[in-house]
């Protein structure tokens, strides 16, 4: 097994929606703002290479929506699916399964694009299966009005259509489940969306945990720090301390999507609770 990380591309969200209810003076010593009061976030997807299995892991945005769409997100860098597979020596046609953690839009976008002549959409990876589990998709095909602007239509039905989608098989109602045909278990949880995904990946004798937007960035390791976007912030507490608890305890490896300056990081426990250990990048570890 081989893994790389995917880099989908930077952009910016609004640090008080980040923090949620954490005062600005706080997280910003860990996540500066600009003037804006933006922040930095990647879009940092996960290469899964198994045998005859290449496995992606989240897809980022895309780049079908509009450019007023775009404009909200203040993109920054210049990375993309397609330069950071070819810089791996790979092709978005080889890709044999796209893996969901979740459907909102800055996880799933790149899923999907439009088709040639720009009369609808079709998958962007046309040799992949796509992933998701039937709870969550049903969550997300019917969206609250909290979460109905995450919940994009065009980035979802057409998985449904391309004849190409499937569901995960859970373990009853056990929090982990071992997903066989992709061959690494994910930890369901509840708090940021429902039944949310997060792989936990055996490699190189570490467990490497994809954290999706359980623990989006570094700085929102403190408990409080729970993001103004989760549906069920008192359950993203609950589930946060009880996966960083384990974390630290098993030193854990931790893969953060959104984090635009910290790939990987480890825990440990203080007296003010679980904090930031160390930091490393994929290479550093790996390589």
């Not at 992949?128 to 602007?149: G, Q, V």
């Not at 997903?179 to 467990?207: C, R, S, W």
């Amino acid at each position: 097994m081989n893994l790389y990380p995917i880099e989908a591309g930077n952009f910016k969200l609004d640090g008080g929606a980040m923090f949620g209810v954490v005062p600005k003076s706080l997280w910003n010593r860990t996540n500066p703002a600009d003037a804006n009061n933006m922040i930095d976030i990647a879009a940092r997807c996960l290469l899964i290479e198994d045998g005859d299995k290449l496995i992606l892991i989240d897809t980022g945005m895309g780049d079908k929506q509009s450019e007023k769409f775009f404009s909200y997100y203040f993109q920054w860098g210049d990375h993309s699916i397609d330069k950071s597979l070819k810089k791996h020596g790979f092709h978005r046609d080889d890709i044999t399964d796209v893996f969901m953690t979740h459907l909102h839009f800055d996880h799933c976008g790149g899923s999907i694009q439009w088709n040639k002549d720009r009369t609808g959409y079709e998958p962007a990876f046309k040799n992949a299966r796509f992933w998701s589990n039937k709870d969550h998709w049903d969550w997300a095909t019917a969206p609250n009005d909290r979460e109905k602007a995450s919940f994009l239509k065009e980035n979802i039905i057409p998985m449904e259509q391309s004849g190409r989608l499937q569901f995960v098989e859970r373990n009853n109602d056990d929090a982990y489940t071992q997903i066989e045909p992709l061959g690494f278990e994910a930890l369901f949880v509840d708090g940021h969306t429902d039944k949310q995904m997060i792989p936990h990946i055996n490699y190189k004798g570490k467990k490497l945990v994809f954290m999706a937007d359980l623990l989006p960035t570094a700085g929102h390791i403190p408990l409080p720090y729970v993001m103004g976007y989760d549906t069920r912030p008192l359950l993203t507490l609950e589930e946060k301390k009880k996966f960083l608890e384990k974390a630290a305890a098993e030193n854990l490896y931790l893969f953060l999507e959104h984090d635009a300056h910290n790939e990987i990081v480890t825990l440990k426990n203080t007296e003010k609770g679980v904090r930031l250990d160390k930091t490393y990048t994929f290479n550093e570890l790996f390589n």
